[in-house]
């Protein structure tokens, strides 16, 4: 019985650590999973911010361009080149506003997948410690049936040694107590014994001594 609890103590140390490997795995994608979704913000918040800068750098490039050439040109050519310089620069601006709403629309689908990746971790966090506290709810009712067997045997052998014990002290009480009468009897029989020698002694005795006097006379 004893083997067959360390067995079943054995088995819920190879269970546990499996629960614990598994859960540790579970951790380690996670967080691999939450560095590159952190990468991936990361990287798309400095493009963000440095197609902005490159915005504003454009836009005093532009304001700069358009100072200059109404400072050096005057009438229909300058009129003509600001509209192709504004022209330009809704062009570009169409197009930074583009990438902006792109970078937005994959940040934001980053932050949806971050959190759809949380979810899916407690949910599995959740799942092994259900099964693990179910394998050692498991483990545990299986060690307190085995001591239970385990106590009653012990129980009955302890009974069993003590009936038998009171019936070998039973026995012997019973064989003293033969042994005394047989020694009281012997001893009877021996005092009779030297008693009657001692009678048929003391009888011849005085036989012979009435026959001393008989002849004496």
Not at 35 to 59: G, I, P
Not at 76 to 99: A, C, P, W
Request: with cysteine; hydrophobic share 35%; charged share 30%.
């Amino acid at each position: 019985m004893p083997k067959k609890g360390a067995g079943s103590k054995g088995g819920a140390k190879k269970e546990e650590k499996k629960l614990l490997f598994f859960q540790q795995r579970a951790q380690a994608e996670e967080e691999m999973a939450k560095k590159r979704e952190e990468s991936l913000t990361l990287f798309l918040k400095d493009k963000l911010k440095k197609e902005q800068k490159n915005t504003e750098v454009n836009l005093l490039k532009v304001n700069e361009g358009w100072r200059s050439i109404l400072r050096l040109t005057r009438g229909t050519e300058l009129h003509q080149d600001i509209k192709v310089l504004s022209q330009t620069f809704e062009r570009q601006l169409d197009g930074l506003d583009s990438v902006v709403k792109n970078l937005e629309g994959d940040l934001l689908l980053a932050e949806r997948q971050s959190a759809h990746v949380g979810r899916v971790h407690l949910q599995q966090l959740e799942r092994l410690r259900v099964n693990q506290g179910q394998r050692l709810a498991f483990v545990q009712q299986q060690w307190e049936d085995g001591m239970q067997q385990v106590a009653a045997r012990f129980s009955q052998e302890r009974t069993q040694i003590s009936s038998h014990s009171r019936q070998q002290r039973a026995d012997l009480e019973d064989a003293k107590f033969t042994v005394e009468q047989q020694n009281q009897t012997l001893m009877n029989d021996t005092q009779r014994l030297y008693s009657e020698a001692i009678a048929a002694y003391e009888s011849a005795h005085s036989d012979r001594v009435s026959h001393c006097r008989l002849q004496a006379f």
